[in-house]
């Protein structure tokens, strides 16, 4: 689910405002919500503004920090995905604040381990709307995007997926916005790519048994028939697994000239290195899922083709995440700071547009902006909630990333 590309390198206050409104609203309809869902937390010392729209003693109250939440697996399978997450959306938050927050509203990030288990998400959502207050979820994996869903539209809480890529996230919900790619753009291209211009007549594949492996199937495998390749095997693997040795006999018995592994996390690590074991031929291929450590350091990675997304030269994200962290951005670390600056920029709108700091106004914010600056270049989400990047096809050389094509958003 995860990859930035640069032509080279594999990383590619809980405090929150109350609406003050006309003298004669009571305190007590105050603090029953008044203003509508998402994010209406206690009320501090702030900067007041008039309301927009309202009466003329109308104003509303800003905090002097804003928590938004952030839904990322730090503990399991995935774990690695969520130190990436964390990374670009902590470096997002502290860029913000040392230039004095947004509107002179700093920024907090509360975050909740979702373990990649939907139902777990859940709790984690509802723990961040109803305890902490909050506005704005950053979330990631399709399987956990898609149980959230409904809940960020029954409690008017944006959800910004930077992490979920399964085609079904498109227009799954009002409240939610896709600041990823989906998948289907991914694999698609990647499997036009291995048919028209390598060659390859035949494939088989191994997929994780969820939303977003099986999306990924779906989405490779037209896309390679229609380009006039062969299937020549599927086979489904269980998130976590630690041997993937039956699926991957039955994979080499058919002679594939590649082999597309639509899975994620560790257990695409495992895939290859249990492939090569077994001797599984052919080219090994895989969307920018598999651009995390767990993968770039496996030495039997090497020769992996991937998709991954493609770096603007001119924006300074890259510089000052390897400043600070001392490594390359993957995508997902994009996503995150990408994530956060969206927040930041529709919290300014919001602020502008003297608007309650609730998940309505940030809605309304966001579609009215519709385009944000990003870390690799503008990002413009479509009616669907969705948005698309440039994308390269890469190929892993020595623990980095070597572009081999690059592909324009939409092309």
């Given amino acids: 689910m995860h990859g930035l590309s640069k032509g080279r390198g594999f990383w590619g206050g809980r405090s929150s405002r109350r609406v003050l409104l006309a003298a004669a609203l009571s305190v007590a309809l105050l603090a029953a919500g008044c203003g509508g869902g998402g994010g209406a937390g206690t009320a501090g010392s702030g900067q007041k503004a008039p309301a927009g729209g309202g009466s003329a003693s109308a104003e509303v109250t800003y905090p002097s920090e804003v928590t938004i939440g952030a839904l990322v697996p730090l503990t399991g399978t995935g774990a690695s995905y969520g130190v990436l997450d964390s990374n670009g959306a902590n470096l997002a938050v502290e860029q913000l604040n040392a230039k004095g927050g947004v509107k002179g509203i700093k920024i907090k990030i509360e975050y909740e381990d979702h373990q990649a288990k939907p139902q777990v998400a859940i709790t984690g959502f509802n723990r961040l709307v109803d305890v902490h207050k909050v506005p704005y979820v950053l979330s990631s994996y399709s399987s956990v995007t898609l149980a959230v869903a409904p809940l960020a539209d029954e ?20 409240y939610l916005f896709n600041d990823i790619p989906l998948v289907g753009f991914e694999a698609r291209s990647l499997a036009q790519y291995l048919v028209k211009e390598r060659g390859v007549k035949t494939a088989a594949i191994i997929f994780a048994n969820d939303d977003g492996g099986r999306s990924s199937l779906k989405a ?7 380009a006039g ?11 976590g697994g630690s041997d993937f040795r039956p699926q991957l006999a039955k994979i080499k018995s058919k002679n594939a000239d590649v082999m597309f592994i639509a899975t994620y996390g560790r257990d695409t690590a495992v895939i290859i290195k249990q492939a090569r ?3 599984v031929p052919g080219v090994y291929a895989n969307t920018s899922w598999s651009v995390i450590p767990d993968v770039f350091k496996l030495p039997e990675a090497e020769g992996l083709l991937f998709t991954a997304l493609h770096f603007t030269p001119e924006a300074g994200f890259a510089e000052a995440y390897k400043a600070k962290y001392g490594e390359d951005p993957a995508l997902y670390s994009l996503t ?6 969206i927040f930041a920029k529709a919290l300014e709108w919001v602020v502008d547009h003297k608007l309650p700091l ?6 309304k914010a966001i579609k009215e902006i519709r385009t944000f600056p990003g870390g690799a270049g503008p990002v413009t989400f479509a009616d669907d909630g969705t948005s698309t990047k440039d994308v390269a096809i890469r190929v892993l050389k020595n623990g980095k990333g070597e572009d081999v094509k690059i592909l324009k958003a939409g092309q």
Avoid: C, P, R
């Fill in 155 to 174: 409690k008017k809480v944006v959800v910004m997926n930077g992490g979920g890529q399964s085609d079904n996230l498109a227009g799954a919900a009002k």
């Fill in 220 to 226: 490779f495998k037209e896309a390679f028939t229609q």
């Fill in 229 to 239: 390749g062969t299937i020549v095997a599927e086979e489904a693997s269980e998130l």
């Fill in 277 to 279: 074991e077994v001797g």
């Fill in 336 to 341: 995150f700071y990408d994530g956060v600056m």
């Fill in 358 to 363: 609730n998940g309505e106004s940030i809605y």
